[in-house]
């Protein structure tokens, strides 16, 4: 348990600080100074927004990880009080920080994967909104995880939900009586859309997702219901229940994050509004509940709340990564790294959202499975399966031109 010390505050680092769950965080600690202080705060290559963080969160340190040494932008980074790095390794380095009590994993993509991993090594608190990293190396990180002892909690809000609805036991949560865990989707925006038309959809349709606010990469993930299929995944190492036990279930108000079902036949679920700064508050102030800055829930104001099947013919992405999970060793590395090639070739314009499952399914069969038994094992793979990814994207575009 995190406890706040005699000295003071809580050192948070948050990494992909200028992102959309970067802001959420942000505003969360804002409404808690004596209990948080910021101790930095990363970006890619968003250096005048990072800045503007900076300036008005008082961070200590600043990584632009995207960019080489310019002492002009580092002077401008010292004005505000804050020691400006570069470079991706500098990443791991305020990661695994002595000053750094807690770190929000919030890069987006498998770029996140080595500075969580360096933040689950040091030992610290880890609140995971970066799914792709445990995809990808679910075995490695929840072993660096139990060895350094550190604490994991989740950000994602089924599974932030599920952890609350689960037993606790020992030091953690336990799966006594669970029969099996249900994960709320809520459809996208193409849930009704004809099927003819999804070859046609923009990526600007893909990400204005009908409940949530997101960066782009989540939203197109959510519209394909691959986000879905990384979840399972992610349940699955977090929570270690087989994936059969898992299920997806669609429900368009997003009300309902997830539920849990008991032997008995009871079924406890979390509800709240869908606002990320209520999973973010959770896990900062785990055990304690902290003022998140949503709004109450008004059951009578949302009058009906509704389930259904999802529809495999429309979402396709979802048995893929079923079936990854399967495969086990690096095939969910491989599932991750061509849908992220898949998709950022969709927001460019270069390949048709539904080209986006086949791509997919084609790097899954051209790149054997492999034991992933350590982070090269991994990268090696997500290496391999981003070059035929992108082949199968570059002939797509060409017969399509
Ligand atoms: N948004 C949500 O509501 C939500 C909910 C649940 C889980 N998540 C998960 O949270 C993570 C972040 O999602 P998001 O929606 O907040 O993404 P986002 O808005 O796109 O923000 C991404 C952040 O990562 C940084 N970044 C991008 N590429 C990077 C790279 N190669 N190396 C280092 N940093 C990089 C960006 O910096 P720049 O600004 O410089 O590009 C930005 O700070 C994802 O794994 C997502 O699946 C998000």
């Known amino acids: 348990m995190l406890r706040q010390g005699p000295a003071g505050a809580l050192g948070i680092v948050v990494l992909g600080a200028t992102g959309s769950i970067g802001a959420s965080t942000l505003d969360v600690l804002a409404r808690h100074p004596q209990r948080y202080r910021v101790e930095a705060l990363t970006a890619h290559d968003s250096a005048e927004s990072l800045l503007a963080l900076c300036r008005r969160h008082g961070a200590r340190r600043a990584v632009l990880s995207g960019m080489a040494e310019e002492a002009t932008l580092r002077a401008r980074f010292a004005e505000a009080g804050c020691e400006l790095l570069f470079g991706s390794e500098a990443l791991a380095q305020v990661a695994a920080a002595a000053e750094a009590d807690a770190v929000m994993a919030a890069i987006v993509g498998a770029a996140g994967l080595q500075a969580t991993l360096a933040a689950a090594r040091a030992g610290k608190r880890v609140l995971l909104a970066n799914k792709e990293a445990l995809v990808m190396a679910g075995p ?59 070859a046609h959809v923009t990526p600007d349709e893909a990400c204005a997702h009908p409940n949530w606010v997101m960066g782009r990469k989540i939203s197109v993930d959510s519209a394909t219901m691959m986000n879905k299929g990384l979840e399972v995944i992610e349940a699955h190492w977090l929570f270690g229940v087989p994936a059969e036990r898992i299920g997806v279930v669609i429900h368009p108000q997003s009300v309902v994050h ?144």
């Open 140 to 198: 490695l990180f929840m072993r660096a995880v139990r060895e350094a002892r550190a604490e994991l909690l989740p950000i994602d809000s089924e599974h932030n939900a599920v952890f609350q609805c689960l037993p606790r036991g020992g030091t953690g949560v336990t799966l006594e009586g669970v029969r099996r865990i249900q994960l709320t989707a809520s459809g996208g925006p193409f849930r009704q859309t004809p099927v003819e038309r999804l």
């Open 258 to 401: 997830s539920l849990v079902e008991y032997a008995d036949g009871s079924v406890i679920a979390q509800l709240s509004h869908p606002d990320m700064r209520i999973p973010i508050a959770h896990a900062l102030g785990f055990p304690q509940r902290i003022e998140s800055g949503a709004r109450p829930l008004d059951l009578c104001a949302l009058g009906l709340l509704s389930f259904e099947q999802p529809d495999g013919a429309r979402f396709p992405c979802l048995a893929l990564a079923y079936a990854a999970q399967r495969a086990g060793g690096t095939a969910p590395a491989v599932l991750n790294a061509a849908n992220e090639v898949a998709v950022a070739a969709f927001l460019a314009g270069r390949l048709r959202f539904t080209a986006i499952a086949p791509v997919i399914e084609e790097s899954l069969a051209r790149v054997a499975a492999r034991a992933a038994r350590s982070l090269e094992d991994v990268l090696e793979a997500d290496l391999q399966a981003r070059r035929v990814a992108g082949a199968l994207v570059a002939q797509r575009s060409e017969q399509a031109a």
